[in-house]
């Protein structure tokens, strides 16, 4: 028994500075291929690194420990701006460090900043954040970023819409998914979709006395509603004018004309403001002022 034990820990000990031995060689090649000049071979910079799939096998068992190398060696790279062409193979750098250790979380952040805001390759940066949902379903932070990232770069709230749906459904997300949410589906223009989360909101801080959460809710539920009412007006206006060849004096016309079947009135029992000239139509008050 002692016999075995000592081959066991043998073999251990073999593997792990086989392990070494091999990350050593990578790092000196990676020297080496730095020295050439880039003029001579454009994209020299980065070695290729086969699929991370295949390094697994590669590393007996040591996979993490590589998964760590190459996170460091692509932290100390991708901060070297003196190479151009360093963002070539981003996604692929971060695919590899994912299938080396697919529940190492740190990488999937670090590489989607990387990408968003050293590259500004918005795509590739979504690409690294849904592998790391993927790969780790419980994370509700990796959704919550590619809607924060979409909604605030490239304005694409039907996008970030269906991120901030994905963070909600995840144990364990924070309260503030859902306000998300709604925010998004608001600013998409899915406005029923908007005001059922914003009531069911406005309902659970009601249950719960969140005077703070219930009063910006009521202000969002009045913004939306107001959104719904101004369309269905505006509407109106439309069909009159086509009928007419003008804008009604007033909004009572639209129910004479039977274009409306009653003059909606804001959450708050006020009338909307109504330039006959323009045909605009706006709310009363501003909701964050009520």
Same mark, same amino acid.
């Given at each position: 028994m002692?016999k075995?034990?000592?081959?066991r820990?043998l073999?251990?000990?073999?593997l792990?500075?086989l392990?070494i031995?091999?990350c050593?060689?990578?790092?000196i090649?990676?020297?080496e291929?730095d ?5 001579k071979?454009p994209g020299?910079? *980065?070695?290729f690194?086969p =699929? &991370?799939k295949?390094? @697994?096998f590669a590393?007996l ?11 460091? /060696?692509?932290?100390?790279? $991708? =901060?070297? $701006?003196?190479i ?6 981003? #996604?692929h750098?971060f695919?590899?460090? +994912?299938?080396?250790?697919p ?8 590489g989607?900043?990387i +990408? ?6 918005l795509?590739?940066?979504l ?6 949902l ?6 509700w932070?990796f959704?919550?970023?590619? &809607?924060?990232?979409v909604?605030?770069?490239?304005? #694409?709230h039907i996008?970030a819409q269906?991120? $901030?749906?994905k963070?909600m459904e ?6 503030i998914?859902?306000?998300?949410y709604?925010d998004?589906a608001?600013?998409?223009m899915?406005y029923?979709t908007?005001l059922e989360n914003w009531?069911e909101?406005y309902?659970t801080?009601?249950e719960e006395?969140?005077?703070r959460i219930k009063?910006?809710?009521s ?6 509603? +107001?959104?719904?009412d101004v369309q ?5 206006i439309a069909?009159?004018?086509e009928?007419?060849?003008r804008n009604?004096i007033?909004? =009572?016309?639209l129910?004479?004309?039977g274009?409306?079947?009653s003059?909606? @009135?804001d959450? #708050?029992?006020k009338e909307?403001?109504y330039?006959s000239?323009? &045909?605009? *139509?706006k709310?009363p008050?501003?909701p /964050?002022?009520?």
């Amino acid at each position: 028994m002692k016999k075995f034990s000592r081959e066991r820990d043998l073999s251990t000990i073999f593997l792990v500075l086989l392990l070494i031995l091999s990350c050593g060689v990578f790092m000196i090649l990676k020297i080496e291929n730095d020295n050439i000049s880039r003029k001579k071979l454009p994209g020299s910079s *980065v070695i290729f690194i086969p =699929s &991370g799939k295949y390094l @697994k096998f590669a590393t007996l068992g040591y996979s993490s420990l590589l998964a760590d190398l190459v996170y460091l /060696w692509a932290i100390q790279y $991708y =901060s070297n $701006y003196s190479i151009p062409e360093r963002f070539d193979y981003l #996604d692929h750098i971060f695919s590899i460090i +994912a299938e080396l250790d697919p529940c190492y979380l740190d990488p999937y952040d670090i590489g989607a900043l990387i +990408a968003v805001y050293d590259a500004r390759d918005l795509d590739i940066a979504l690409k690294i954040l849904d592998r790391g949902l993927e790969k780790n379903p419980d994370q509700w932070i990796f959704p919550y970023n590619a &809607g924060h990232y979409v909604q605030m770069l490239k304005k #694409d709230h039907i996008l970030a819409q269906e991120y $901030y749906k994905k963070m909600m459904e995840i144990e364990g997300a924070p309260v503030i998914a859902r306000r998300l949410y709604a925010d998004a589906a608001f600013k998409s223009m899915d406005y029923q979709t908007a005001l059922e989360n914003w009531q069911e909101i406005y309902q659970t801080a009601k249950e719960e006395k969140d005077e703070r959460i219930k009063k910006i809710a009521s202000n969002h539920i009045y913004q939306v509603k +107001a959104a719904i009412d101004v369309q269905m007006v505006k509407g109106a206006i439309a069909k009159f004018k086509e009928r007419y060849g003008r804008n009604p004096i007033d909004l =009572s016309r639209l129910v004479k004309a039977g274009f409306l079947d009653s003059l909606p @009135k804001d959450l #708050d029992g006020k009338e909307y403001i109504y330039d006959s000239k323009t &045909g605009e *139509v706006k709310a009363p008050t501003i909701p /964050w002022k009520r």
